[in-house]
């Protein structure tokens, strides 16, 4: 099943007047068509208060949440519960009355925390996200600089050998000029005496 979710853009963000503004405009907005279904039906119908108030809260933020709320209680004890067109709260319609304000309460108390921790995850994933970039650079920066350890070995190692040639060389060779050295000498001592 599809579930229907409203997500605010990240660099999404409404002025003070802005945010409280939509939160005067949507209990308002709330009220035509709970008017015009009242008529067709001959029931309140206040399924859109709670709209408006789940509405306002996730997109403008708690305060403009409660406000909403308020202004939804005024608008619905104003329209819908006897007296009409009163604000006067009969001791009939008080649980109707408690009732509805304790919904609003709690669908506004409800989808400010559950906001809250959806900007709180969304904060430690962009953290997250933040330290995982740094650990691959690191990564990357640890893969050059054991690359070029291993080309300084192998460049030492072409030394070490080329040294270790070099001697293998360089002693027969000093054995020849020894010997040719002794032989001159040897030469040159026999033509003194013979």
């Known amino acids: 099943m599809n579930r229907i979710r409203f997500h605010r853009p990240q660099n999404f963000e409404l002025g003070l007047v802005s945010r409280y503004g939509i939160a005067i405009v949507l209990p308002v907005v709330a009220l035509w068509p709970s008017l015009v279904f009242e008529i067709s039906f001959g029931n309140p119908f206040w399924f859109f208060f709670p709209c408006a108030v789940i509405a306002s809260t996730w997109l403008c933020g708690k305060s403009p949440g409660w406000l909403t709320t308020v202004i939804s209680m005024v ?89 270790s040639i070099a001697h293998e060389i360089n002693q027969p060779l000093a054995s020849v000029v020894t010997n040719c050295d002794a032989c001159t000498a040897w030469l040159a001592s026999e033509g003194e005496f013979g």
């Not at 001791?91 to 108390?109: H, N």
């Not at 995982?132 to 030492?156: F, G, P």
Request: glycine share 4%; with cysteine.
């Open 75 to 163: 608008v619905v004890q104003y329209y819908f519960i006897p007296p009409l067109r009163s604000l006067v709260i009969t001791r009939r319609d008080l649980p109707v009355s408690f009732a509805f304000l304790g919904c609003q309460i709690f669908a506004t108390w409800l989808v400010s925390k559950r906001k809250q921790t959806e900007d709180s995850l969304r904060q430690a994933n962009a953290a997250l996200v933040g330290e995982m970039a740094e650990r691959e650079h690191a990564e990357e920066s640890l893969r050059r600089t054991s690359s070029e350890l291993a080309r300084v070995v192998r460049i030492m190692t072409v030394g070490e050998l080329t040294a």
